[in-house]
């Protein structure tokens, strides 16, 4: 019994000194900061983002025509507020409605550099309107914010890499390497005709980059549990989207003499089914890269538990989401309240981790339900995206320029739940990123798609500020 206990004693001193090598072994992985000159922006950019904000570039659907007079109106903002932009870029649409900026660099042996934005927007709500401090797309400006659909997402970032050009051609600057502004149409509705044609257009034309930036990363204010300062979240990659109808076809009825397989009964139990069948949590690249970013700025506790995944990274993955997530979007079945209906439907959406396929996932539903529930593709699809690195000239380069912008800020790789344009650059690009500093909290993250969108005037100076410094660092 003594040699037992001496035995367990030994293993939790063994255990113990792992836990805590691992930890203390966990440094700092935030770079040292430059020092910059404070940028002297004037007030007229609000002005600006406010007139871009009133030009209703909206995307309603996949196969919805755009709005040819609020686009090319708002193609012709783009040129008469921005002479030197217009005089000095060449200037390329694509598919009518996208546009792509080329700035020649002065070294052609270095590689190129592509910034990314959107000019659509999503609706908005009629019922919602009067919950909105002013009209979605009047552009108003307060003493602190300018309110509007698309200040978020994504007319800023749009805007401020205008705004940072402008800026850096009335000084005469002249980039080394050449610079691509690529700002696409349909992002909203998944950005086939849009960004999927500009990147095919660059590779045709034998263009490869070395990064691609755009939006998909933020600087969280508040969001991160054990982390006072602000967390600039600079995503690596995107997880891929799906949704798969559920089908379930029957001979109907009565409501008085229901079957014992009635239709909406099998419908409602196959969606149970997926809800309780989960696809596993996993530690994959780049969320292994969350783990050592973050918990190395945690306090001690918490440090301790993300320096050691082997022992604790269930709890952890489910806090980070890393998973392939499942959620039942649309239901429609049923004609009257006393006939069985003989068709009955459900859609599933599923955000897929990378690792993971739209066949794999697809696989997972077809073993998870019935096999007499028909199980279709809906809509648009795609495969989670390649992972970026951490290693490569393009991160460094847009990690020291956060910090130097935003020196009190914890700079974190990650992966980012939604959909980008990004996901169509890794074959014209080393590497993909998803960052501008928009500044978001646990209140204005509801603000993106939804009531009273708006950013406040220093934020977005910051990213202007924060584009402008971008552009000079890879001079």
């Known amino acids: 019994m003594k040699k037992i206990i001496i035995s367990l004693l030994a293993i939790l001193i063994v255990i113990a000194g792992i836990l805590l090598f691992n930890t203390f072994s966990l440094t700092s992985k935030q770079v040292a900061p430059e020092s910059l000159e404070k940028l002297n922006i004037p007030e007229t950019v609000f002005q600006n983002l406010s007139r871009a904000i009133q030009y209703r570039t909206i995307s309603f659907s996949e196969d919805a025509i755009p709005d040819s007079t609020a686009f ?33 660099g002065s070294d052609a042996s270095k590689k190129p550099i592509i910034l990314m934005s959107h000019q659509d927007v999503v609706p908005v709500d009629q019922p ?198 499942t959620a039942p979007t649309i239901i429609e079945g049923g004609v009257k309240n006393n006939v069985i209906p003989t068709v009955a439907e459900a859609t599933i959406n599923f955000r897929i981790l990378p690792g993971e396929t739209i066949e794999s996932v697809k696989q997972h539903v077809e073993n998870t339900v019935s096999d007499k529930i028909k199980v279709e593709a809906a809509g648009f699809l795609t495969n989670p995206s390649p992972v970026s690195g951490i290693d490569s000239e393009g991160f460094r380069i847009l990690e ?36 501008y500093p928009i500044r978001l909290g646990p209140e204005s993250m509801s603000m993106f798609h939804g009531i009273d969108e708006k950013i406040s005037k220093e934020n977005y100076k910051e990213i202007i500020e924060f584009t402008y410094h971008l552009i000079r660092k890879f001079n």
């Open 72 to 104: 090319h109106g708002f193609h012709q903002f783009l040129a008469d507020t921005f002479p030197l932009v217009h005089e000095n870029l060449s200037l390329e649409k694509i598919n009518e409605y996208s546009l792509l900026y080329k700035w020649e």
């Open 400 to 435: 020291k320029t956060i910090r130097s912008v935003f020196p009190e800020v914890v700079v974190v790789p990650g992966l980012i739940g939604g959909g980008t344009d990004a996901r169509y650059f890794y074959d014209v690009s080393d590497d993909v990123y998803r960052f």
């Open 128 to 325: 919602t309107l009067k919950d909105w401090e002013a009209g979605p797309f009047e552009g108003k400006i307060t003493d602190t914010h300018i309110i509007g659909r698309g200040t978020l997402d994504d007319k800023g970032s749009l805007m401020a890499l205008m705004e940072s050009v402008e800026k850096l051609l009335s000084e005469s600057f002249t980039p080394s390497r050449t610079i691509y502004l690529a700002f696409g149409h349909d992002e909203e509705v998944g950005g086939p005709k849009g960004a999927a044609k500009i990147a095919a257009y660059l590779k045709e034309k034998g263009i490869h980059a070395a990064m691609t930036l755009d939006e998909g990363g933020f600087l969280a204010e508040s969001m991160i549990p054990g982390i006072e300062k602000d967390v600039a979240m600079v995503n690596l990659a995107e997880k891929g989207f799906a949704s798969f109808r559920l089908i379930v076809e029957t001979r109907g009825g009565h409501s008085s003499a229901p079957p014992r397989e009635n239709t909406i009964g099998m419908l409602a139990q196959a969606i149970v089914d997926l809800e309780n069948n989960q696809l596993p949590y996993k530690l994959v690249e780049p969320i292994n890269y969350q783990f050592k970013y973050m918990g190395a700025e945690l306090p001690f506790l918490k440090k301790l538990a993300f320096a050691n995944p082997w022992l604790f990274k269930s709890t952890i993955l489910k806090g980070l989401n890393a998973h392939t997530t």
